[in-house]
């Protein structure tokens, strides 16, 4: 028996950015899917999940995980809907998530794909209760140990992966400090997600501003962005600080080594002086066998409003370069998906 | 009842140096010690311990202990012999230990020093018993997490940090690779210390060595200088690499920042990608309360020979100051202290 056939509309990666990428580095194409055979389901794309870690994908230096070759499609996770089923383990409509990539079909056996747990909208899944609040979750708990009274500081707080970080800061009894770029941004941090102080990266006094917000200094710093942020920081931690490190949006796009001085032995010194830990983690990697304990404490802060979150949504598969162009250059609030097809 | 007189003789610190030391920063002074109030032990040092870190507490630069003020007498610790007891818990011709400094005399109200525990050799309570013993194994076990068949990479492999890092790591079934400078060095630490391979920091081609001697790659890198062996050692670390942090002896007497290129990024980048820990400590503020566990793991290892050490011993109060600027530059092998009256 043959199936209709299916047009898949896929974005691949046309060449390797230098510095920013561009929208010629993406390709937009339409291609025939092949027939299903045992064992396969047919996914239509809904949600597809765009993140700054993705730009290390597109450069072969190596990093944690393999590059997308030129010509593949570009990797990314998405959440999906059963559109036919030769897998006895999925019936059609059935949503489902994984790591499916930017188009609007795939094609998969089954084993890279769970069904979507239970929540109030299917993009969650791709937000605060998936990868970027997991990597929000175990990098503050586990290596941020956070204790009562001490002070967190974190940056892209508005963003999918910040915004976490700093509400369970808060709900674990800390003073809880926001990095942002523009003052709508600080303002939704401090009046919607309840942090104690925000400030903005883009004035001229930033690191002053900062100093002011931490008058006890700073306890645990949760790294997801690297640039000035983290130099501004260094100055204030306090003995024993901790600093998770899970991301280095600023620094992704450069393709060489700045030029001086050397901020290398400051921060040795720092390390040592004051005992300072940091440590960089990839969250399903180090931490994907505690993902039960991560839904068992996130899915009821969201569902009480303790842990709120801010979406934004790009409509069209097409738009996905442009949108993820502009998240490097932190034009986003909130987490960023595009709606690739009705959900 | 008035004392005989008791002159001192003491070094104190005369200006804070720039860059390396130099014999003019230090002033030798002799001076009349008061009389023994009720309470109070006269001591004469026996050994004096030079140590790295002393070169820190010669600025006045921020750091983890408050600095030697100017004409205050050099910090330090010292094996002394009580000579004179208004203590009721000291007697006269006891051993004891404490930071009595760089001098011949001093006297002390019995809280900062503690008997020495029962060892073979005084000066060892400087060394392999004492705070450079119980930094190795303490950074190396808390923070360094061995596991057997791993490689570790130590410089200063012949030192007193080093030498014993090196040979705990052998014990819990490590490949050990050391970093030494120079041929004689290096020939210690593997023919003596049982090291798998030791580099020459020296050698024209030290990276490539480095990388030669690591077919599998750094799991566990002990950081006790910085510099050029952190550059070389970074590239090669392995996923989940440790880096405990306890000196920082290639930088100390840096006074201003490198020039370019800025080598943070890379470290950064390396942190997240290899999701490696680093980690600075300081070995009483930290692990205080765990003497009594390194002491009942390191004394039996040295008891059986499975721990060897070496001192290099300079005679003469007077000295202390050209060999601790020695060992800044390397010119000491193994641990240094000065004899500064007959055991």
Redesign the interface.
Known sequence: MSDPMTLNQRIVLASRPVGAPTPENFRLERVALPDLTDGQVLLKTVYLSLDPYMR?RMSDA???AAPVEIGEVMTGGAVSRVERSLNPKFQEGDLVVGATGWQSHSINDGRSIIPLPGMPSPSMALGVLGMPGMTAYMGLMDIGQPKAGETLVVAAASGAVGSVVGQVAKIKGLRAVGVAGGADKCRYVVEELGFDACIDHKSANFAEELAKACPKGIDIYY?NV?GKV?DAVVPLLN?KARIP????IA?YN?HE??????????????????????????VF??YGDRQPEFLSAMAPWVRDGKVKFREDVVDGLEQAPQAFIGMLEGRNFGKLVVRVSAD
């Open positions: 290390g190596p990093s944690y790294e690297g983290f003995p490190l899970c991301g280095l620094s450069a080594a700045p030029s001086g001085p050397d901020r290398l032995p400051t921060l040795q010194r720092t390390l040592l002086t004051k005992r300072v830990r940091i440590q960089g983690f990839i990697d180090d």
